[in-house]
């Protein structure tokens, strides 16, 4: 019976990933008649036959939850990663801005070994040593760089996680607060949250990410939330009511379409949860941490700007899981012994590791980079030729490359001659590569881009025509 449904859930997924390959194959014989043709370096088609044979064991074994490519990569070196066939492609992904020092970083694994062998996990029965480090220096890395007055961490496993946290903080502190502000505890408990924006899969995260695509399958989800438009100062006060718990924004929307915050809307956001006695979240989970050159993303903004509680994950440890929330005296205060918990949060290996990531990615030579390889990159992207383009967003290295049409076609186009991207919503093609990328590295991505889009341009105008 097991056998039986192993078997029909295998074929299933190869039946739902057929249309897959059948198109890039279709594409493929497309490209060969195409004079693009010489350019298609990483054909689906030419992929080993070990790849089908361990899409086969996920097919059996795992849960179908991400449309994923005929691509099975086995490692990876700085920006690079190699395929089953040795193929390699230039990752303009970095696993979804968390490789922030690229892939297999010696320094990284010689961490992990050292405390591996050190001690991997306690729980939070006992301290450890490299936990108390990595929050010293969190907390006086942020105090040394920009306002926010951060004074204690709280350690998760990842960024969905943190934003679970930071709600439940905001809500248990609001409402003790609530008599000061004239309210009453019990309404206490809304969350605002913003179009576009993303923070997470888990119930109270999913509640703050209004995409009906995620959310319609596991309605009713946490009550309480709302989802107020993005920049747009003129709709603050209406959706921040003094029922309002706390508000959750990105200072940049990653997976959103890289739209960057302006600093009026955060200083609005800012004053607006002080006259009502709610907490201001900033997600900077895809956006902090020397993405955008400086340490924290909301620190390109005034000091009217900082947040009650910040959280992060990705690039944290360099791609072993964390998180954290960062939050303020006012917060820290009001939290007591068994209002939060986790088993793995705070352990020493990843502790260990993200100490040493941070130390690396937080001195002003390495920001100082990130800033100007993300302007060589931005400037890579402004001289692409298409009729298809409409604008280029970004800050440091965090960009977006707008279409007048849907770019999901391009992803594969892209693959298919060697480089790796990923897309976001309204129209655009987000690149998060390692923040040590080199500006040859972004230059071969751009010859590799430029030749993907005109394929795009042919394949789309031909549909069109
Ligand atoms: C801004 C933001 N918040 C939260 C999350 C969720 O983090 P995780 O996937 O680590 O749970 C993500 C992940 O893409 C994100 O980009």
Same mark, same amino acid.
Request: charged share 20%; net charge neutral.
């Given at each position: 019976?097991?056998?039986?449904?192993?078997?029909?859930?295998?074929?299933?997924?190869?039946?739902?990933?057929?249309?897959?390959?059948?198109?890039?194959?279709?594409?493929?014989?497309?490209?060969?008649?195409?004079?693009?043709?010489?350019?298609?370096?990483?054909?689906?088609?030419?992929?080993?036959?070990?790849?089908?044979?361990?899409?086969?064991?996920?097919?059996?074994? =795992?849960?179908?939850?991400?449309?994923?490519?005929?691509?099975?990569?086995?490692?990876?070196?700085?920006?690079?990663?190699?395929?089953?066939?040795?193929?390699?492609?230039?990752?303009?992904?970095?696993?979804?801005?968390?490789?922030?020092?690229?892939?297999?970083?010696?320094?990284?694994?010689?961490?992990?070994?050292?405390?591996?062998?050190?001690?991997?996990?306690?729980?939070?029965?006992?301290?450890?040593?490299?936990?108390?480090?990595?929050?010293?220096?969190?907390?006086?890395?942020?105090?040394?760089?920009?306002?926010?007055?951060?004074?204690?961490?709280?350690?998760?496993?990842?960024?969905?996680?943190?934003?679970?946290?930071?709600?439940?903080?905001?809500?248990?502190?609001?409402?003790?607060?609530?008599?000061?502000?004239?309210?009453?505890?019990?309404?206490?408990?809304?969350?605002?949250?913003?179009?576009?924006?993303?923070?997470?899969?888990?119930?109270?995260?999913?509640?703050? =990410?209004?995409?009906?695509?995620?959310?319609?399958?596991?309605?009713?989800?946490?009550?309480?939330?709302?989802?107020?438009?993005?920049?747009?100062?003129?709709?603050?006060?209406?959706?921040?009511?003094?029922?309002?718990?706390?508000?959750?924004?990105?200072?940049?929307?990653?997976?959103?379409?890289?739209?960057?915050?302006?600093?009026?809307?955060?200083?609005?956001?800012?004053?607006?949860?002080?006259?009502?006695?709610?907490?201001?979240?900033?997600?900077?989970?895809?956006?902090?941490?020397?993405?955008?050159?400086?340490?924290?993303?909301?620190?390109?903004?005034?000091?009217?700007? =900082?947040?009650?509680?910040?959280?992060?994950?990705?690039?944290?440890?360099?791609?072993?899981?964390?998180?954290?929330?960062?939050?303020?005296?006012?917060?820290?205060?009001?939290?007591?012994?068994?209002?939060?918990?986790?088993?793995?949060?705070?352990?020493?290996?990843?502790?260990?590791?993200?100490?040493?990531?941070?130390?690396?990615?937080?001195?002003?030579?390495?920001?100082?980079?990130?800033?100007?390889?993300?302007?060589?990159?931005?400037?890579?992207?402004?001289?692409?030729?298409?009729?298809?383009?409409?604008?280029?967003?970004?800050?440091?290295?965090?960009?977006?490359?707008?279409?007048?049409?849907?770019?999901?076609?391009?992803?594969?186009?892209?693959?298919?001659?060697?480089?790796?991207?990923?897309?976001?919503?309204?129209?655009?093609?987000?690149?998060?590569?390692?923040?040590?990328?080199?500006?040859?590295?972004?230059?071969?991505?751009?010859?590799?881009?430029?030749?993907?889009?005109?394929?795009?341009?042919?394949?789309?105008?031909?549909?069109?025509?």
């Amino acid at each position: 019976m097991l056998r039986h449904s192993l078997i029909k859930s295998s074929r299933a997924l190869l039946a739902r990933q057929r249309p897959m390959a059948m198109a890039s194959r279709a594409l493929s014989s497309q490209a060969a008649r195409s004079p693009l043709n010489h350019a298609l370096t990483h054909a689906d088609v030419d992929a080993d036959p070990k790849t089908l044979d361990i899409i086969d064991k996920h097919a059996k074994y =795992t849960l179908t939850t991400y449309g994923r490519p005929p691509v099975v990569f086995t490692h990876g070196k700085g920006s690079y990663l190699y395929d089953v066939g040795h193929r390699e492609y230039l990752d303009f992904t970095a696993g979804i801005a968390v490789n922030a020092l690229g892939h297999s970083d010696p320094e990284v694994a010689r961490i992990l070994f050292d405390q591996a062998k050190t001690v991997v996990h306690l729980s939070n029965l006992y301290y450890n040593v490299p936990a108390g480090e990595l929050a010293e220096q969190l907390i006086e890395s942020t105090r040394a760089s920009g306002d926010f007055d951060a004074s204690k961490i709280f350690f998760s496993n990842s960024g969905t996680e943190a934003n679970e946290g930071a709600l439940k903080f905001a809500r248990k502190v609001a409402k003790l607060t609530a008599k000061q502000f004239g309210q009453e505890e019990d309404n206490k408990f809304g969350v605002v949250s913003f179009v576009n924006g993303f923070h997470g899969r888990s119930m109270g995260a999913l509640s703050a =990410t209004p995409n009906p695509k995620y959310q319609k399958p596991f309605l009713p989800l946490v009550p309480g939330f709302k989802h107020a438009p993005y920049n747009d100062i003129g709709a603050v006060d209406s959706f921040v009511t003094p029922e309002t718990c706390a508000v959750i924004v990105e200072p940049i929307q990653g997976e959103g379409g890289i739209n960057v915050a302006t600093e009026a809307f955060l200083k609005k956001l800012r004053s607006r949860c002080d006259e009502v006695g709610a907490l201001l979240i900033y997600d900077e989970i895809q956006c902090g941490l020397g993405r955008t050159g400086k340490l924290w993303a909301h620190q390109h903004f005034s000091k009217d700007c =900082t947040p009650d509680i910040l959280t992060m994950a990705k690039p944290l440890a360099n791609g072993f899981p964390i998180g954290a929330i960062m939050i303020t005296d006012k917060v820290a205060e009001k939290i007591a012994i068994g209002d939060h918990g986790t088993t793995f949060g705070g352990n020493p290996l990843g502790c260990a590791v993200a100490s040493s990531v941070l130390r690396r990615i937080n001195t002003p030579e390495f920001l100082d980079n990130v800033q100007q390889t993300g302007q060589h990159f931005k400037k890579r992207l402004e001289s692409l030729e298409s009729s298809l383009i409409k604008e280029v967003r970004a800050k440091g290295l965090i960009l977006g490359l707008q279409f007048h049409v849907d770019p999901a076609p391009l992803v594969a186009l892209a693959r298919e001659r060697g480089l790796l991207i990923i897309t976001a919503a309204n129209n655009t093609v987000r690149f998060v590569p390692a923040l040590n990328i080199s500006k040859a590295e972004i230059d071969q991505g751009m010859e590799i881009l430029q030749r993907a889009i005109e394929a795009f341009e042919e394949k789309t105008l031909n549909v069109e025509a």
